[in-house]
């Protein structure tokens, strides 16, 4: 990348979140609302599943949040990767065009978006100022523990065999495809360890990815990722990588996230993006969702304004929450900003 365009790429996401207004709504929980519209679940794939048998309820499941006020809307491919749909029987052409249907349902769903509120906007002129409101289709990269459906994503801990260059070719085709499907960015989400956030960045620059992107790591005790590894140490990998854009925290229970905003803001200045889960816990070994262990965690939307306070500029929601979920995180910053 020549240095305009290193430039370019690290003043995308403050011209965005100056363009709505200072802050960001990014789009919730995506599994959960399928399973609610009546999708069955129970696979490897996991809600990329969906994209086989059922993509007008990931269609559906971008509206309702884009109905919520959600700026960002993340695509269904989390789970979505060449190797797991390799061993569901699909050819490699088949698996990268399933990856491309991902992003093609999330533009699709901004279009119809922006034609349904052109169309109210004829009789309500209050959203007038909504029927174009700044939306971008963010393709999201779960990690290896993802495809690996072991609960390993939330542990991070994959083992002596599993190396940088192991991750980076696990990666490195999808992420080529998705870089080249028409998302505005891509997102890294759930980053369990140290040495997957190093594969990331090392790809973004070996494979020239010219769509800016962020990173996103969860944690389980407010200090470090869920591997162990401090939540610095992970923070300076995204902070001196060019093209990454914003870096924060998802899937994490709400009330770590003040402490891991504050760690994160003393490493960088990019922005930083939150959205934590409900404050369950998932359990790997039932694969079911179960109240955390301590205090359960409070209605978390009432935490968005001082975690806005404590610098972050990007705020949604992870497992198990709703587009009402979202509603809530849009209003409380537009009513304090």
Partial sequence: MDLG?????????SGFIRECGGYVVIDGGFATELERHGADLNDPLWSAKCLIDSPHLVRRVHLDYLDAGANIILTASYQATIQGFEAKGFSREEAEALLRKSVEIACEAREIYYDQCAKESWDIMENVKNSRRPILVVASVGSYGAYLADGSEY????????????????HRRRVQILANSGADLIAFETIPNKLEAK???ELLEEEGI??????????????NVVSGDPIAECASIADSC????????????PRFIHGLVASIRKITSKPILIYPNSGEMYDAQNKQWV????DVDEDFVAYIVKWQEAGASLFGGCCRTTPKTIRAISKALSDKN
Avoid: H, Q, R
């Fill in 199 to 201: 594969a990331y960045a």
């Fill in 155 to 170: 542990s991070g801990i994959y083992g002596g065999t599993i190396t940088l260059e192991t991750l980076k070719d696990f």
């Fill in 210 to 223: 010219e769509i800016p992107a962020w990173f996103s790591f969860n944690s389980k005790d407010g200090i």
């Fill in 242 to 253: 060019k093209k990454v854009v914003a870096v924060g925290v998802n899937c994490t229970p």
């Fill in 291 to 294: 109240e955390s262990s301590g």
């Fill in 5 to 13: 365009c290193a430039e370019e790429t690290s003043s995308f996401m």
